[in-house]
């Protein structure tokens, strides 16, 4: 095969659409914090612990916690409990999500042709998948995925899944919704390890619609999805897990204080990867969004692609306003992009998300 032959495939294969994203809705759980509320409210008298709630580029997150927390009464959550507030808080800010994003996109319940769930903080069978088909009184017909335990990288994983079912079904709604409830995996105590995690997690869900070729539905001025690429970090596969705690009878979260090294020693390679797939340029990017994995590992990617604040505004603002709600938070910042009404034709975007594994995904996209 000649230099020009493999140009022109090349080219075709940037050209090629999966699928795309016609509408998004996001929906919380819980009641709204700000940090300063947490601090009392878990009762934290170590400045050490205090200065990683106040100084995490977090104003204020969602959380569904117990109402007796800061008092001497209050023993604890049992695994039990977390697992019950996971499923119910799960199933009231899923339909939220999904409900503003059919309300976008002008479909309704009976519309779906196919739902994936994704989640991390909990254990449920059935899935969610399965729960809001009853919730929601979806139709039989319902293709479903539930994507469990992968993290914050694993909207991503869930968007790809999905959006090959949509290629193979034309016309027909697919739905990829995240449901991630973060208070359902706490631990409470006064461990620098353990006040990184409580510091930064937050309760949300989101959901993004997926067609492709022609359909009945609003939204046909959309992101069209070209590919997607994954990153494996395996020698980093300890720096985040979520295992069972036998101090504490429950499972607890870790996160490695090197993981916005990791991060930021590998994301050049792992953008490569998708942009090489769509014969792109970094600096051809016009849109940025990235999951709000926290403030040192958004610095870590800002400094180590050459990107602005600017850039990463959105990731900013939903690590700002809502914390960290892994697998969802990129979606969070996707409709805050559709929202802004400054994309336009042509412009290319990508998607970062980072979770456990360590891994890094990447979506690229030509906005319609």
């Known amino acids: 095969m000649g230099i020009h032959e493999s140009a022109l ?3 075709a294969c940037a050209e090629q659409t999966i699928a795309q994203i016609i509408g998004v809705g996001t929906g919380h759980a819980g009641q709204r914090y700000t940090q300063q509320e947490l601090v009392e409210l878990f009762a934290i008298a170590d400045p050490k612990v205090r200065s990683v709630f106040l100084n995490s580029g977090i104003d204020s997150r969602y959380l569904s916690l117990p109402e007796d927390l800061g008092s001497a009464s209050h023993t604890g959550e049992c695994q039990g409990l977390l697992l019950e507030k996971h499923r119910e808080q799960g199933l009231k800010a899923g339909r939220e999500a999904i409900e503003r994003c059919l309300a ?3 479909a309704g319940f009976d519309d779906i042709d196919c739902l994936t769930c994704v989640t ?3 254990m449920l069978t059935p899935g969610f998948s399965a729960l809001l088909c009853k919730a929601l009184n979806l139709p039989p017909r319902v293709n479903r995925l539930d994507i469990i335990g992968m993290g914050c990288s694993a909207g991503l994983n869930g968007l790809g899944a999905t959006a090959n079912w949509s290629a193979a079904n034309p016309g027909k709604l697919a739905l990829v919704l995240c449901v991630e409830i973060c208070s359902a995996a706490y631990v409470v105590e006064e461990s620098l390890t353990t006040a990184v995690v409580n510091s930064l997690f937050g309760d949300g869900a989101s959901c993004a619609a997926l067609v492709s070729g022609e359909h009945k539905f609003k939204g046909a001025i959309a992101p069209a999805i070209k590919s997607f690429s994954s990153y494996i970090i395996s020698d980093a596969i300890g720096a985040m897990y979520f295992d069972w705690d036998k101090a504490h009878d429950k499972f607890n979260f870790y996160l490695s204080r090197d993981v916005p090294y990791v991060i930021g020693s590998y994301v050049e ?3 490569a990867g998708v942009l090489d797939k769509v014969g792109w340029h970094r600096n051809e990017v016009d849109h940025w969004v990235v999951h ?3 403030k040192k590992v958004v610095d870590a990617i800002r400094v180590n692609l050459g990107l ?7 990731t900013l603002d939903v690590l700002r306003q809502c914390g960290n ?4 938070s990129f979606l969070f910042s996707f409709e805050r992009l559709m929202q802004e009404g400054k994309c336009q034709s042509g412009d290319k975007v990508v998607m970062m998300t980072m979770g456990p594994g360590a891994a890094i995904e990447t979506c ?3 906005w319609a």
């Open 104 to 106: 976008n996109i002008g």
């Open 269 to 271: 390679r792992a953008v």
């Open 325 to 328: 709600m892994s697998s969802g």
């Open 120 to 122: 991390t903080t909990g």
């Open 308 to 314: 602005s604040r600017h850039d990463l505004r959105h």
């Open 292 to 294: 709000s994995g926290g």
């Open 364 to 366: 690229a996209l030509v």
């Open 9 to 11: 495939m090349a080219g």
